[in-house]
């Protein structure tokens, strides 16, 4: 099967890192499809626009058209630069948007396909704010019942990335 991509780069949250369970089982999910899995470390960097700057850096290094990956503020850092690298999608999980303070800097406008999965019982980022995104981008949103880390949802996750990356292609 013809990929129009070529890696995948996966972006972790505030207090995670580079290779947390879920990143390892989607980039496995990638893997498995023929498609490089990359995952930037970002701990000892809170500034959300510092974190941009990186993934632009790296991402310009990489074979691309790109697939970004981004869980809370990974997925805010994901959406912010997909419009300046060559990306074909977004598949985001539980995204840091319109968050106290910071609205003016959700991500809007991103020119390829996106996907969200979101936790209804999050109490970190509201639902409503993966809600609202995913209307005004015409984003498939995914409910699921979890909290913000969506650990115990890492299988039905993993089955909704593979499917996202195979209607890419």
Same mark, same amino acid.
């Given at each position: *099967?013809? #990929?129009?991509? #070529?890696?995948?780069?996966? &972006?972790?949250? !505030?207090?995670?890192?580079?290779?947390?369970? !879920?990143?390892?089982?989607?980039?496995?999910?990638?893997?498995? %499809?023929?498609?490089?899995?990359?995952?930037? +470390?970002?701990?000892?960097? /809170?500034?959300?626009?510092?974190?941009? +700057?990186?993934?632009?850096?790296?991402?310009? !290094? $990489?074979?691309? =058209?790109?697939?970004?990956?981004?869980? &809370? *503020?990974?997925?805010?850092?994901?959406?912010?630069?997909?419009?300046?690298?060559?990306?074909?999608? $977004?598949?985001? $999980?539980? =995204?840091?948007?319109? *968050?106290?303070? %910071?609205?003016?800097?959700?991500?809007?406008?991103?020119?390829?396909?996106?996907?969200?999965?979101?936790?209804?019982? /999050? +109490?970190?980022? =509201?639902?409503?704010?993966?809600?609202?995104?995913?209307?005004?981008?015409?984003?498939?949103?995914?409910?699921?019942?979890?909290?913000?880390?969506?650990?115990? #949802?890492? +299988? /039905?996750?993993?089955? %909704?990335?593979?499917?996202?990356?195979?209607?890419?292609?």
């Amino acid at each position: *099967m013809s #990929r129009s991509f #070529r890696t995948c780069v996966f &972006s972790h949250g !505030k207090e995670s890192g580079p290779w947390g369970a !879920k990143i390892v089982a989607l980039a496995a999910v990638a893997r498995s %499809l023929g498609v490089a899995a990359e995952s930037i +470390d970002y701990q000892g960097i /809170d500034d959300p626009r510092e974190r941009v +700057d990186k993934l632009l850096e790296q991402g310009a !290094k $990489l074979p691309g =058209p790109l697939v970004l990956i981004g869980s &809370s *503020m990974g997925g805010h850092v994901s959406a912010a630069v997909a419009s300046r690298l060559p990306v074909r999608g $977004l598949f985001l $999980l539980a =995204p840091a948007f319109y *968050m106290p303070g %910071l609205e003016a800097y959700t991500p809007r406008d991103v020119p390829c396909p996106a996907a969200l999965v979101h936790g209804w019982n /999050d +109490d970190i980022v =509201p639902v409503e704010s993966s809600i609202r995104w995913a209307r005004e981008q015409g984003a498939t949103l995914t409910l699921l019942q979890s909290d913000h880390r969506l650990q115990d #949802r890492i +299988d /039905d996750i993993a089955a %909704l990335f593979r499917r996202f990356l195979e209607a890419l292609c």
